[in-house]
T-cell receptor, first 113, second 115 residues
């Protein structure tokens, strides 16, 4: 079975500051890892994914994440926060087969001007 | 390419009633998954359909069921609604294969309120 833990249900950052969202996972097999963003009253939008290969993954809107197997982590970062980054972010894991996503509890990001 | 569409977007039902939600995947996508999102339980996997067959199922009671049609469109049904079924129901589609997991693309969701 797999599980995902996101540290911090709420994060507040100033515009232009670094955004760092933490995600740790547990999985019995090499995982597929994802970050999604959800804006109010909308569905989930895929930011980036890790399947195999390069451990530093670049996504949309300037976000990137690094897969660290030894730390079972997949933290999401963005060098400079923008007001439009205010949203809820979800880390998710799936196994190689079955296509079922297991989500973390989500982190709501507030961007202060 | 059109994204995942879900209908209706909003729904209000009474306890004990049943409801059917619809999802049209991205063209060419054969896998459709359903998730329930609530403030208390977060995002939980309901089930996944691939080529009209349920391939995976989450831990929900039998009141929750689904199906997929030959054009990959999917429906989920909830019978004997309970107050706790109030949630945002999200549908996601992916190309998928029987051996590896591809990214899932989500629809805007159906907001179900049970009174």
């Amino acid at each position: 079975a797999q599980s995902v833990t996101q540290l911090g249900s709420h994060v507040s950052v100033s515009e232009g500051a670094l955004v760092l969202l933490r995600c740790n996972y547990s999985s019995s097999v090499p995982p597929y890892l994802f970050w999604y963003v959800q804006y109010p009253n909308q569905g989930l939008q895929l930011l980036l994914k890790y399947t195999t290969g390069a451990t530093l993954v670049k996504g949309i809107n300037g976000f990137e994440a690094e897969f660290k197997k030894s730390e079972t982590s997949f933290h999401l970062t963005k060098p400079s926060a923008h007001m439009s980054d205010a949203a809820e972010y979800f880390c998710a894991v799936s196994l190689a087969a079955g296509n079922k996503l297991t989500f973390g509890g989500g982190t709501r990001v507030l961007v202060k001007p | 390419k059109a994204g995942v569409t879900q209908t209706p977007r909003y729904l209000i039902k009474t306890r004990g009633q049943q409801v059917t939600l619809s999802c049209s995947p991205i063209s060419g996508h054969r896998s459709v998954s359903w998730y329930q999102q609530t403030p208390g339980q977060g995002l939980q996997f309901l089930f996944e359909y691939f080529s009209e067959t349920q391939r995976n199922k989450g831990n929900f009671p039998g009141r929750f069921s689904g199906r997929q049609f030959s054009n990959s469109r999917s429906e989920m049904n909830v019978s004997t609604l309970e107050l706790g079924d109030s949630a945002l129901y999200l549908c996601a589609s992916s190309l998928a294969s029987t051996e590896s997991s591809y990214e899932q693309y989500f629809g805007p969701g159906t907001r179900l309120t049970v009174t």
